[in-house]
């Protein structure tokens, strides 16, 4: 049995090329700026994996921007006591989080002599000095006045570092909204100084544990929000940790770039919870 195949017909294909003729720059171009994105990259060494650490480096910075803008919009959906916005933007966050800490990946398998090659490129450079990456701490309650230091020499970004700073966090917004629908948040935490980093309180482990009884094996709008918060601070946990793991293995117990204290420095900080009473108040379910 023979197939017939019809001859080429150019016109049938049209459906398949997409217009390509546009006057100046693709509206493509226009939305997204590919042009300026993939020309930002200027390796300062010969080495040829240095890309790989500066566009890593640069997509961590994009994803530090959306997930701040994303608990930037929960924090003022909170304010507004719209929770359904809020969950929605803490849900969202947790997928740019799982993106963000799959960029590790590239970097994780470094040999010292591979960072070596291209770590003096760096100078004085560290990540310490993100500035996204500050305030996606200060949202967490990680305030830190002395964090704004290295930014002077720039004044747009330290006046956004310095109002950030001032701002209540993710977290105290949460609190003031648990403390508007009823639960027993103490005034002293209500009324915190918001540039400080945010200590926790047994009376405020013992609203999650309220919360989490009341919900019991089901669950309630404020055991939604709770688990929310989890997940973002469990997966906070996991770039930290990620971190820790990437810089041991490309250079030991070495100091940090920078100048920083580097592994000790993120040992310390893996240890610590975000959102610390929603883990502890468990034990007590």
Known sequence: MSHHHDAYDPAQDETETPNLDFQGTTP????????????LQHPLSDDPGEMVFLVTTQVMELWFTVIVHE???????LRADDLPTALAALRRSTYELESLNASWKPLAHLTPGQFNSYRSALGEGSGFQS????????LLGEKSASMLVPHRGAPRVHAELEKALAEPSLYDEVLRFLARRGCPVPATVLDRDPTQRYQPDPAVEAVWQGIY????????????????LTEVGELVWRWRNDHLVATRRAMG???GTGGSA???????RAAKNVFPELWTARSHV
């Open 28 to 39: 493509y171009e226009d939305y997204v700026q590919a042009d300026v994105l993939t020309h």
């Open 71 to 77: 608990w930037e919009t929960a924090a003022r959906a």
């Open 131 to 138: 500035a996204m990456y500050r305030r996606l701490e200060f």
């Open 213 to 228: 009884q009341e919900a019991g094996a089901g669950d309630t709008e404020l055991s939604r929000l709770g688990e929310a």
């Open 253 to 255: 117990a070495k100091t």
């Open 262 to 268: 580097g592994v000790a420095w993120l040992e310390k």
